[in-house]
């Protein structure tokens, strides 16, 4: 009789995905990533009608993104998104805008994820 057991190659432990130090799983992190930028893109609908709406990244769309960043790690590339999210989240919708100025106008040069 016994008991199966199913080898898997990742677990999800507190929100994470592990791998037991094996590699580094970020699947989780980048779906976080991708809701975050859906509610970037709320906190900018907001924005256009009062503009202390953008107060809303810092309390909402970063947390949600940045949830176990400090465990996983975070690449270059998934910087370059968090940049983004936050510079569409600020609502400084401009041609050619550059995301680091419009981070800096809006949030403060130190709210920049990069």
């Known amino acids: 009789m016994g008991i199966k057991v199913k080898k898997a190659h990742k677990a999800?432990?507190?929100?994470?995905g592990v791998t037991a130090g094996r590699y580094r799983t970020t699947c989780l992190l980048?779906?976080?990533?991708?809701?975050?930028?859906?509610r970037g893109k709320k906190v900018a609908a907001l924005n256009t009608i009062n503009k202390k709406a953008r107060a809303l990244y810092r309390t909402g769309v970063w947390p949600q993104a940045t949830y176990g960043i400090e465990a996983v790690?975070?690449?270059?590339?998934?910087?370059?998104?968090?940049?983004t999210i936050a510079a569409d989240a600020v609502g400084l919708q401009t041609k050619?805008?550059?995301?680091?100025a419009a981070i800096a106008i809006a949030l403060g040069a130190h709210h920049d994820p990069g």
């Open 96 to 100: 050619c805008r550059c995301p680091r």
């Open 30 to 38: 980048l779906s976080r990533i991708r809701a975050s930028a859906h």
């Open 12 to 16: 999800k432990d507190l929100g994470l």
């Open 73 to 83: 790690g975070m690449c270059p590339t998934m910087a370059s998104k968090l940049r």
